[in-house]
């Protein structure tokens, strides 16, 4: 097939009876992409919708109302028995997939992926669609350059690939489904609200201090329920390290104003956000999740783009660390969810605040 450009614009309701979303990395750029399926399954609402992703992402799809078929496989990395073992199962699900036949692949990533990329002309769909930074390359025929990429959240530029399959309207809310029943009281209903604080962040330059923590938990009230969350294992676990040491020692110094809740997978942390009435944590996997859910947010970023990856379409407060979230001042985080706690407080604004402790 010859290569193509992003002027063609595909017909919406003929040829095109099956679609694979491709998107393998983490969880956050997994949710991110979900306003895109969204909006596929509007346009084709009669097409099979299947997706591809691994085994450490995979349950954020679960439930999901605009997905047919979730394909997952686990990554050696995160597989607990032999590296060839894990490739073997991969190599299974991608030769299941070449089989399907699919009218339409589209790797949903607003970068260029020469792995990917690889896989995709493996797959052999009818049509490929994604970004290519190479004008000689012809795995997808109908190829989005780098400089077709619009917007500045992630939401948004995995969105506007989709601009050549005619579909141009703005982008939707994050879309996640809990199994958990969850209360559905208006807040100002609650007595007791509840206070999800997430302490973990895979960078150590959004991790907020410990003692930042304390000070925030003891200026709550004290009817306010607060659970605490974390990655689970140990700090020194070299394949999965997490920050089981600290959620005992923000046990220790808060006592019993506090209720751990472990979680040992990703289901469990979605069932246990679900239940939040606002959420405080640093930039990863939990915010976008959060967001998912509807949750409000307060939100501290150390060295990420806030721009890019901040709350999607929820009410939330951002607070910038400039490199390092320990320069976020702890009283500056209990303003905010004081005013994010007000029921009176106007829904769907977001503020940035900027953070001056140095």
């Not at 496989?73 to 590296?83: E, I």
């Not at 806030?306 to 407060?317: D, E, I, K, L, N």
């Not at 209990?334 to 706690?341: A, D, G, K, R, Y």
């Amino acid at each position: 097939m010859d290569n193509k450009n992003t002027s063609i614009v595909l017909p919406l309701a003929t040829d095109i009876a099956k679609i694979l979303i491709i998107r393998r990395d983490n969880i956050g750029d997994l949710l991110c992409t979900t306003p895109a399926i969204a909006a596929l399954r509007r346009s084709y609402p009669r097409a099979h919708i299947a997706a591809l992703v691994n085994s450490y992402n995979a349950p954020v799809l679960a439930n999901n109302p605009d997905i047919d078929k979730v394909y997952a496989y686990t990554k050696a990395k995160h597989s607990d028995g032999l590296a060839l073992t894990a490739w073997w199962h991969e190599w299974r699900v991608y030769r299941h997939l070449r089989r399907e036949r699919f009218d339409l692949i589209i790797h949903a990533n607003p970068s260029f992926h020469k792995r990917t990329a690889k896989l995709v002309r493996y797959l052999r769909g009818k049509y490929s669609l994604g970004v290519s930074d190479n004008p000689h390359d012809k795995t997808f025929n109908i190829a989005v350059t780098p400089e077709d990429i619009s917007g500045t959240h992630h939401v948004e530029r995995v969105y506007s690939l989709l601009r050549p399959l005619g579909i141009v309207e703005p982008p939707g809310p994050l879309v996640l489904r809990s199994t958990a029943a969850v209360d559905s009281k208006p807040l100002a209903n609650r007595k007791n609200p509840v206070i999800a604080i997430h302490i973990s962040s895979r960078k150590p330059c959004n991790r907020w201090p410990l003692a930042k923590f304390v000070k925030l938990i003891e200026a709550l009230p004290p009817d306010w329920k607060v659970e605490v969350f974390w990655a689970p294992g140990s700090a020194d676990d070299r394949k999965h390290p997490g920050d089981d040491e600290h959620a005992q020692k923000l046990r220790e110094l808060c006592g019993e104003k506090v209720r751990l809740v472990t979680t040992t997978s990703l289901a469990e942390l979605i069932a246990g956000l679900a239940h939040a009435d606002c959420v405080v944590c640093a930039d990863g996997g939990a915010l976008h999740i959060a967001a998912a859910l509807g949750k409000t947010l307060v939100a501290l970023f150390g060295c990420t783009d806030a721009a890019s990856w901040g709350p999607w379409q929820v009410a939330h407060r951002l607070h910038l660390g400039h490199g390092d979230a320990a320069n976020i001042d702890a009283d500056e985080i209990i303003q905010s969810v004081f005013e994010l706690m007000d029921p009176s407080r106007e829904r769907g604004i977001s503020t940035t605040v900027p953070s001056h402790n140095f």
